[in-house]
């Protein structure tokens, strides 16, 4: 089984698309809600390195932004989404998103819209 086959089963076979609904309808610290929040890691994290950077963070965040974006409508542009984003996401700003990081601010980007 090749690493990208390992993700898919690990996830399975959710897009980060799905995972990211998920997470937004669970609530946090639980169990399902928190494997969601792994499996999306594991999703962008494509070269296991335990941080999502470089390539990795770029999709990232422009998946990250389409979704909010998507919840939000046109109100707001991508620009300042994506702004709010790195605070939320990458609070020391060093481009690299650990899986604390994402724990963390995860919940505060998908529940920033009161839903």
């Known amino acids: 089984q090749t690493q990208c086959e390992q ?3 690990n996830m399975g076979n959710k897009s980060p698309k799905a995972l990211l609904s998920q ?4 609530k946090p610290g639980d169990k399902k809600t928190e494997k ?4 999306l890691f594991k999703a962008y994290d494509k070269d ?7 390539d990795e963070y770029q999709k990232f965040l422009l998946d990250l ?7 939000l409508g046109d109100e707001y542009e991508e620009e300042a989404i994506r702004g709010w984003l790195i605070k939320w996401m990458d609070p ?3 481009r690299k998103i650990s ?3 994402l724990r963390n ?3 505060n980007v998908l529940n920033a819209d009161g839903d």
Do not use: F, P, Q, W
């Not at 997470?23 to 669970?26: K, L, N, R, T």
């Not at 296991?48 to 470089?54: A, K, M, Q």
């Not at 932004?65 to 919840?71: G, I, M, P």
């Open 7 to 9: 993700i898919l089963a």
């Open 23 to 26: 997470i937004d309808a669970g």
């Open 36 to 39: 969601n929040v792994e499996a």
């Open 48 to 54: 296991g390195s335990g941080n999502i950077d470089g």
């Open 65 to 71: 932004t389409k979704y909010v974006r998507d919840e």
């Open 92 to 94: 020391n700003e060093n």
């Open 99 to 101: 899986i604390m990081e």
């Open 105 to 107: 601010g995860i919940h």
